[in-house]
């Protein structure tokens, strides 16, 4: 079966799912596109996924960014805060992930879920996404209107994504998780350090963020995860490459900091888990 009909079969399998986001009501495979009462139709594509977006978005993201990224990622970058995220989905989770880039952490997530879905703004990110070969589901699409029903998952993953929060609490069913991983000020540090000395930019504080969290929801738990992360010579010039922090960076201090390679990296993050 060509990869398209899978996923459209893996849809039509959900149930009630995706919502129209241009008229909220419910959306229904027919054949291999979402189609709604309304008339409104989304296609899927030959990989199986689905652009909600009406016009394209540009970002920083792009496909040599995208394709560093999951080499980062599939050598064991994310590995032990995925597997503590892993070891917190409930049993028949139907899981979203938010901004889920190119898709690894996704996939990583998936078998011990009932369904996943990842979704993200970047269509670049969601074409490569597409090209993996797990049961995620991926579509592009715009955190602020998520086009997903209510009530229609019962897990939220979300790594160094912004929070919609009352859309996260709308598309999750009672009692419902999140899962928010946030850096903390040791992640990376050795880049800031070297990228962006004597500037403000050379240090990272969470709490604008975990506090934003907690007063929305104050009974979260927080699970500090800390590890070094090995890396040759060519993953670390793939770690530069993804990572934000080295797009702004003045090109000395990134030419020299690719000269001169370091072989480990730590990752340092906070787990933020609620029911809601």
């Not at 955190?143 to 997903?148: G, K, M, S």
């Not at 019962?154 to 790594?159: K, Q, R, S």
């Amino acid at each position: 079966m060509r990869k398209i009909n899978t996923k459209a079969a893996a849809i039509d399998a959900a149930g009630r799912l995706f919502a129209c986001p241009v008229c909220g009501a419910n959306l229904y495979i027919g054949d291999t596109s979402l189609r709604c009462g309304n008339g409104h139709v989304y296609d899927l594509n030959k990989k199986g996924t689905v652009n909600f977006l009406s016009a394209p978005v540009k970002t920083e993201y792009d496909e040599e960014m995208l394709a560093a990224r999951r080499r980062v990622l599939q050598a064991g970058f994310f590995t032990p805060f995925i597997d503590q995220m892993r070891a917190q989905l409930p049993q028949h989770a139907r899981l979203l992930d938010i901004g889920c880039g190119e898709g690894t952490p996704t996939d990583m997530l998936a078998d011990r879920t009932d369904l996943a879905v990842g979704f993200d703004i970047s269509a670049p990110a969601i074409k490569l996404a597409g090209a993996l070969p797990g049961d995620a589901i991926f579509c592009v699409a715009d955190l602020a209107r998520l086009p997903f029903a209510d009530d229609s998952f019962n897990v939220i993953a979300d790594i160094f994504s912004p929070g919609a929060y009352a859309e996260f609490e709308r598309v999750l069913a009672p009692g419902g998780r999140i899962l928010k991983i946030i850096p903390n000020s040791g992640y990376l540090h050795e880049l800031r350090e070297a990228l962006y000395a004597g500037t403000d930019k050379a240090t990272y504080s969470n709490e604008r963020v975990k506090q934003h969290f907690l007063e929305r929801y104050p009974d979260a738990q927080i699970q500090p995860i800390t590890y070094d992360f090995a890396c040759s010579s060519e993953l670390f010039a793939d770690l530069v490459r993804m990572t934000p922090l080295s797009w702004q960076a003045p090109a000395a201090q990134r030419a020299d900091l690719l000269a001169h390679p370091l072989s480990s990296i730590q990752v340092d993050v906070e787990l933020l888990t609620v029911n809601i």
